[in-house]
């Protein structure tokens, strides 16, 4: 299908990004730019996925709940799904709302302030440490094993 910049109401334009591809992982934003050539949402047929593509139009779809429902999932695995439903991000309002609204309160800059200093210094060292690696499992790195660092 030839891309196109507006959407029409007929079927989404056909894209063949594999987003899962070894290219599209390590150069997202190409692929990004790839798929929204194409429309604000595209069929992806490698994949067997529609993608929404572009803040405007994410927005706009994250903000219509009856039309995108969370609370029967938001994964591509139906596993996951099952083992997530109910949680802030699987829950439609007021449901999420709620849990939204006890996470979110303890993770403001304001709350954060105390630890500030703490996070900074951590993450300059975790940068030093990789500045001459060419491989690194970087969410592994940033997350798991710093958490009771910075608690």
Partial sequence: MTPRKTDTD???????????????????????????????????????????????????????HSVFVSGKGVSINPEVNAMLIGSTLHSDPPQHDATRAITFAPLTPKALGHVHARVE?????????????????????FTFPRLGRLG
């Fill in 121 to 141: 210094a951590e993450a300059n060292t975790i940068a030093d440490s990789f500045a001459f690696l060419f491989h690194a499992d970087f969410p592994w790195a």
């Fill in 10 to 64: 007929g079927p989404a334009p056909q894209c063949d990004v594999d987003f899962y591809a070894d290219e599209a992982v390590l150069d997202p934003v190409t692929a990004y730019h790839a798929m929204l050539a194409h429309g604000s949402v595209v069929w992806l047929p490698k994949t067997g996925l529609h993608a929404i593509c572009g803040y405007d139009a994410l927005t706009t779809a994250l903000r219509n």
